[in-house]
């Protein structure tokens, strides 16, 4: 477990880094041609919304004035766009002077056509909002003050509003304070809501990385058995033809000499060779019958297997109606198992126990400890990844009281991936009860 754990670790330090968020970082996870693509959407949008308010609605407003605005943003996209590349990251403070001048200039347009009652002051929470789903926490703070302060301005200090006719629409004070009031909570909870969100978006997206690297390791370690029977098939005839040319030089050679006891150690030798690659080839080929085809009990003494030795008395019981079931053989399953145990046996008192029980239906495996038990303000919470699931175990040193949680959202997982449910409850041991059930279909049984 803590091996997944710190897995976890190095694949979060690294969306962290992607992110913006690592102390050492210098680049966050917006892409130049992301704010250019974002400002050429601003300017046209403003662009068409002062065409439709001067030649659709009528209303008078410094037209010539509002075009310099806005053409400044075009000079800023090309500046850009000419003077970098577009398809690299951008720092945090890049991503904050690029935003900064988008609420500046939404600022000047605003000041220019009725200041915060203009409707499309809301617009100032976009550049917050942005950094506070791809940025780091110094920017998202900076950017957030930064239009609280333009958008309080411009309660007091704006041009009228365009309207028909020039001047005669006036919001009381209290209403305009009211406007810039809701802005101020929507950016902050707009912001954190975006970045809570996206904040379990990048845990999900790296556990599951990490569940994909941890299935392939344990697939290639499958994989050995039958690699090693192909290496003994394949070495098999040149280590034949060194045994019959070393007899040759045996025969010929007085068996005295130093040449003769050579070639009788070079014969000696390559039949203890041959010996080990039939060895070899009897377990890497062992195959559908005795290798890929587990009983319940079977599968449960493998996977207990590391564990036992350790100061912690594991018992395997297994019971059902009808024949014993026989299990095909998958390495996610046993990984999946693995986990469970050895975080039974990490926090269990003296005792675990597991239990195999199958019907005409279903088979179900409990994994019971007489430790602690789950933490129950996180019971709903266990599977999910990051979500420390119990105290601290037996074993465990004082600076790793808690887990992160990663070990049993792997193993929740990959039993999902064979097809089976799992539930976290109370052992009657007293301790942490893991269930794990499948139908018998999803496991491809077959009855002996």
């Not at 943003?73 to 690299?88: I, K």
């Not at 617009?123 to 909002?129: D, K």
Request: glycine share 10%; net charge negative.
């Amino acid at each position: 477990m803590k091996a997944l754990n710190d897995a976890a670790l190095h694949g979060f330090g690294g969306a962290a880094a992607l992110s913006g968020r690592s102390p050492v970082a210098t680049m966050g996870a917006l892409r130049r041609e992301t704010l250019v693509a974002l400002r050429w959407g601003a300017v046209v949008g403003q662009a068409l919304a002062l065409i439709i308010v001067s030649q659709v609605l009528g209303f008078a407003y410094p037209l010539l004035a509002c075009g310099v605005v806005i053409l400044a943003s075009v000079v800023v996209n090309l500046v850009v766009t000419f003077a970098w590349p577009l398809d690299r990251r951008v720092s945090d403070f890049e991503a904050f002077m690029q935003l900064g001048f988008d609420l500046w200039q939404l600022a000047a347009l605003l000041w220019l056509t009725g200041g915060i009652t203009n409707p499309f002051s809301i617009l100032f929470l976009a550049p917050v909002v942005t950094a506070s789903v791809t940025l780091s926490r110094w920017v998202v703070f900076a950017l957030g003050t930064m239009a609280l302060g333009l958008s309080f301005t411009l309660v007091f200090f704006h041009q009228p509003l365009p309207w028909s006719p020039a001047g005669s629409f006036d919001l009381p004070l209290v209403f305009r304070v009211g406007i810039w009031m809701a802005i101020f909570v929507g950016s902050i909870f707009t912001s954190l809501y975006a970045w809570r969100t996206t904040k379990e978006s990048r845990k999900m997206s790296v556990a599951l990385a990490t569940t994909e690297a941890m299935l392939a390791q344990e697939q290639k370690l499958s994989a050995l058995g039958g690699l090693a029977a192909a290496a003994a098939h394949e070495l098999g005839t040149p280590l034949a033809t060194i045994q019959v040319v070393a007899k040759e030089m045996s025969r010929e050679v007085e068996p005295g000499t130093a040449l003769g006891e050579d070639a009788a150690l070079i014969l000696s030798q390559a039949q203890r060779c041959r010996e080990i690659l039939e060895q070899l080839a009897v377990r890497g080929d062992e195959g559908d019958m005795m290798h890929d085809v587990l009983s319940p009990e079977d599968l449960l003494e493998e996977a207990a297997e590391p564990y036992i030795g350790r100061d912690v008395d594991i018992v395997i019981r297994t019971k059902g109606d009808g024949p014993e079931p026989s299990l095909r053989r998958q390495p996610e399953l046993l990984y999946a198992l693995k986990n469970y145990i050895d975080n039974a046996v990490d926090f269990a008192k003296g005792r675990v126990a597991l239990c195999a029980k199958w019907d005409e239906a279903s088979l179900t495996i409990t994994i019971d400890d007489d430790g602690s038990g789950f933490d129950a303000a996180l019971l709903g919470r266990l599977g999910q990844p990051y979500a420390s699931t119990r105290g601290k175990g037996r074993t465990a040193p004082e600076s790793e009281k808690t887990g992160l949680g990663l070990g049993v959202f792997i193993s929740a997982t990959l039993i999902e991936r064979t097809g089976g449910i799992v539930s976290y409850g109370v052992s009657p041991l007293g301790g942490a009860r893991i269930t794990a059930m499948w139908p018998q279909d999803s496991l491809r049984l077959s009855d002996d």
